[in-house]
């Protein structure tokens, strides 16, 4: 049985997560190990990079590791970790150094690595090979709720109608290119904007996904679920004709003979790629909001919760395992129509009207 861009993906992140571990004190096999059939390998991976951080704060920060390599630690030098040295550790990972690079982590990176380093202490805590965990301690880095950021009708309509004809402005090199990828970029952005499906989603479909007898396309989600998504008639415009012009006329490189979207280099497209281009063409038409294809997925969930009211079937849409990610993102839409309900029932006329 022939592999598929999963399997191919999954076998090379697994790799490059044995490679990871690798770099980390021998212990951490067992951690890792451990979590294998509870989490993604995506997400594993990230663990890894994530603990590294710690012990190479440790190394930096610490006198009595200075002359350590990561894979000098071993599971007695976890206990000797107090509280106040994880604080200076959420202190550090502000900002710091790495591999000769200046390093930042927004609210969200700090909270992401703590709680790495949180499930870490608490594997080998709950197994008593750890007789402490430091990590209970201290108080989790707060994360400030952001607004949803997203395109607006009048702005979904401008980049698609800018995608279609925004090389009318351009010349040379910059308009050929424009002309050989305009169908392409079109097909990816509609797809984008009227299905919600995530760029990972996207870059993996292969063109016996798409089924235009119930205009639906066939996903591999997060976890390895699969699903049937549903689009409309401007999806299935767009799709039709990228397949039939621009896809047909593709002699793809070996291996990606399956894909649905191709790179200029004829081989499936990547995620970096899909991110260029829709910041590429977003920049033109709204240059103040920085749109990634995450916020056209967040702009579909918004146009579908305020047509439908339905925060369980945007879930379903979506592909979210909790409907409460769902409603913490897209509840401000419920609060926007209690405001503009509280002026629609009207208690006493006005007096000048009566």
Known sequence: MPTTYYDDLNAKQTIKLRELI??????????????????????????????????????????AYQHYAVTDFKLSDLESVESVDLEEYMEYLKVYESEEKHMQNTEQGV???????????????????????????????????????????????SLLDYIEKGGEKL??????????????????????????????????????DVDFKTNGIHLIRKGGKE????????????????????????????????????????????????????????????????????????????SLYQKTDDIYLVAEVLGHNDVNTTRKHYAAMSDQKRRYAANKVTLRENKENS
Not at 187 to 195: E, P, Q, S
């Open 227 to 302: 699903m049937i998504v549903y689009f409309g008639e401007e999806v299935e415009y767009a799709l039709r004709q990228y397949i039939e012009t621009d896809r047909a006329n593709v002699v793809p490189c070996q291996g990606h003979e399956d894909a649905l979207f191709y790179s200029m280099q004829r081989k499936r497209i990547g995620i970096q790629a899909v991110q260029n281009l829709v910041k590429k063409y977003a920049k033109e038409v709204t240059p103040l909001k920085k749109i990634t294809p995450h916020k056209l997925r967040s702009t579909y969930g918004t």
């Open 22 to 63: 690798k770099t980390l004190p021998s212990f951490s096999k067992d951690f890792f190990r451990a979590i294998d059939s509870t989490t993604q390998v995506r997400t594993r991976i990230a663990y890894a990079y994530d603990i590294r951080v710690f012990f190479r704060f440790l190394i930096d920060e610490n006198p």
């Open 111 to 157: 909270f992401r690595k703590m709680s790495a380093l949180r499930s870490f202490y608490a594997y080998f805590y709950k197994r008593q090979l750890i007789n402490k965990n430091p990590t209970l301690l201290i108080d989790m880095p707060k994360i400030r709720e952001k607004n949803i950021i997203r395109l607006e009708p009048d702005e979904v309509a």
């Open 171 to 208: 010349t040379g090199q910059k308009k050929a290119y424009y002309e050989k990828t305009k169908i392409r970029d079109f097909a990816i952005v509609t797809l984008l904007l009227g299905t919600g499906i995530r760029v990972s989603e996207l870059v993996g479909l292969d063109l016996d």
